[in-house]
């Protein structure tokens, strides 16, 4: 399946008027920007989705933004996976504005998102504040040291995450994690 940006566009169309499906599984579909915002405005007034994968396709951070939009109106999409995107370190501070008072998303994928410190640090604020996100998944990007600083802050005001994945952050020194980095996840941790 190749729907591309047209394809999406048609389906943000049915999802604006769809009342019962709840799951909607587009990975490898070659969406990109435009296609992105077709279905960010579906999920502004759907009702019903809980559950949205755009694995793999290539929306990247102007299309991360529209998802961020959609969001700050969205009160049901409980799981939205974006692996692989390339939404980074833009398009997390767009989803991190976002879900820092969406009280509905629940399950975050932002796996292989090219998301480095600063990006993490939008996403350490989010934490902060973010009282319904118990899953995110931060895996194979560029965190680093200073990115786990960020996060590890907001972990130790945020009440509601239980699961964290930082692993395969290995894109250059710059991105290792390292000891320094499980140091301040750990010291969150400990509060």
Do not use: W
Request: net charge negative; glycine share 14%.
């Amino acid at each position: 399946n190749k729907i591309g940006d047209e394809g999406a566009q048609h389906i943000g169309e049915a999802l604006k008027i769809n009342t019962t499906l709840t799951i909607l599984d587009l990975e490898l579909n070659e969406i990109g920007a435009e296609g992105a915002q077709h279905i960010g405005e579906a999920l502004k007034s759907n009702t019903v989705l809980t559950d949205l994968n755009l694995q793999g396709n290539k929306i990247g951070p102007e299309g991360a933004q529209h998802m961020g939009e959609a969001l700050k109106i969205n009160t049901v999409l409980t799981t939205l996976n974006l692996e692989r995107n390339r939404a980074g370190d833009i398009g997390a501070r767009s989803l991190a504005r976002a879900f820092k008072d969406n009280k509905a998303l629940t399950s975050l994928n932002l796996r292989g998102n090219e998301i480095g410190a600063e990006g993490s640090q939008h996403i350490g604020e989010a934490l902060k504040i973010n009282k319904a996100l118990a899953t995110l998944n931060l895996r194979a990007n560029s965190i680093g040291p200073e990115g786990t600083e960020h996060i590890g802050e907001g972990l130790k005001i945020n009440v509601a995450l239980t699961c964290l994945d930082l692993g395969g952050n290995p894109y250059g020194d710059e991105g290792k994690i390292g000891a320094k980095g499980a140091m301040h996840i750990a010291e969150a941790l400990k509060i």
